[in-house]
């Protein structure tokens, strides 16, 4: 069967000889089934109207996948997560719902004929009134939680595990954890309190080179893209360091105590294992930003995060220079003052842009 063809009956276009002959198909496998509603599936997904499609709906909808917000000419309508004691916040629209709705009613107009057809062993192809209802699609339901710059969130996971964001983070899970691990997918900076399940464990899939396996403990993990280095950080509890060597083989590249801290730059350079305050990592928490002895170039990366403001560097001569300073509710300006008196760095503002330069 080509797929040519099943496109065809999904969108109508298939002669009737077309149809009768998918409807076989689709009869004779259970596997054939299975193709066809995920083939049928991304169709629905492709043509729903992008102009309904932000992120916070698709939130609310809870059927579209991370991968259709990545695509999304919208995904960059990102909503704050705002920590409610418990819960998160999040922007819903009562639109989204009848426009997935609408583009779903064909997908399970098919479905229903299908299973009218594999019950009655023949062929019916009047016209159907469309049956809407959720729960006849077989959507893996997912979410995708982001964090803008200068912005915290906090979600708890189906099986009540804690996570913490910090800003420009996000963060992909499941309603349900299904099969024999719990998995979720974080890119930016997390705090984990994993709930202990040792017949399940938790896989933290990164946009890194390696996974985090949990049982049950208490970690920090960031990931940034434009880092230098990614860092994981066991509060308490164990978690192996995982990377996959090819599909289906794995190998453990680092196994964390308490305390202890695992810091890799690339692919090929060595991993490091050190130790740590571990109340330092996890200070963003508390709303606390600590330098030691930090280069300027990720000063400002932080303060990017943190702030949500965009810098310009006049003069590359100053990312030579190191900063020690904690900051906790200090403005920009404020921030920006202190950095003026203690380095040879001026600056300017205007709305939302730092400007930096060598003092002359």
């Known amino acids: 069967m080509t797929k040519n063809l099943l496109l065809k009956f999904i969108t109508g276009a298939a002669q009737e000889s077309e149809k009768r002959a998918v409807l076989e198909w689709i009869s004779k496998n259970p596997n054939n089934l299975r193709y066809f509603t995920g083939l049928k599936n991304l169709w629905v997904y492709n043509n729903m109207p992008q102009s309904l499609a932000t992120l916070e709906e698709m939130k609310a909808a809870s059927l579209i996948t991370d991968k259709y917000s990545r695509n999304s000419r919208y995904s960059r309508d990102k909503t704050d997560l705002i920590d409610l004691k418990g819960g998160v916040k999040i922007k819903k629209s009562p639109f989204i719902r009848y426009a997935i709705l609408a583009a779903a009613s064909v997908a399970i107009l098919l479905t229903v004929n299908i299973l009218q057809f594999l019950k009655n062993r023949s062929l019916t192809i009047e016209a159907q009134v469309p049956v ?9 339901h997912k979410h995708t939680l982001y964090t803008n710059n200068g912005v915290k969130g906090f979600v708890e996971l189906p099986d009540g595990s804690k996570v913490w964001l910090n800003s420009a983070t996000r963060l992909t899970y499941p309603d349900k954890f299904q099969g024999a691990t719990r998995e979720v997918m974080v890119a930016g900076e997390a705090l984990f309190e994993v709930v202990k399940d040792s017949l399940k464990p938790m896989i933290v899939n990164t946009n890194r080179d390696f996974k985090i396996e949990v049982l049950g403990t208490k970690f920090n993990v960031r990931t940034y893209e434009n880092d230098y280095e990614a860092q994981t950080t066991l509060i308490s509890g164990s978690i192996n360091l995982i990377r996959e060597i090819k599909k289906g083989e794995r190998e453990i590249i680092a196994h964390l105590k308490p305390k202890e801290s695992f810091v890799i730059r690339d692919k090929n350079a060595p991993v490091l294992i050190k130790q740590v305050d571990t109340s330092k990592q996890i200070a963003w928490k508390q709303g606390l930003l600590i330098f030691e002895s930090t280069p300027m170039d990720e000063v400002i990366k932080k303060l990017e995060r943190w702030h949500g403001t965009q810098f ?8 030579k220079t190191r900063l020690t300073a904690n900051f906790r509710s ?3 300006v404020q921030i920006m003052e202190m950095i003026k008196f203690c380095t040879p760095i001026e600056y300017t503002i205007k709305e939302n842009i730092v400007t930096l330069n060598k003092k002359s």
Request: no cysteine; aromatic share 10%; proline share 5%.
């Open 132 to 140: 809407i209802a959720l729960s006849e699609i077989p959507f893996e």
């Open 312 to 319: 310009i560097i006049e003069d590359y001569d100053i990312l």
């Open 330 to 332: 200090e403005s920009i």
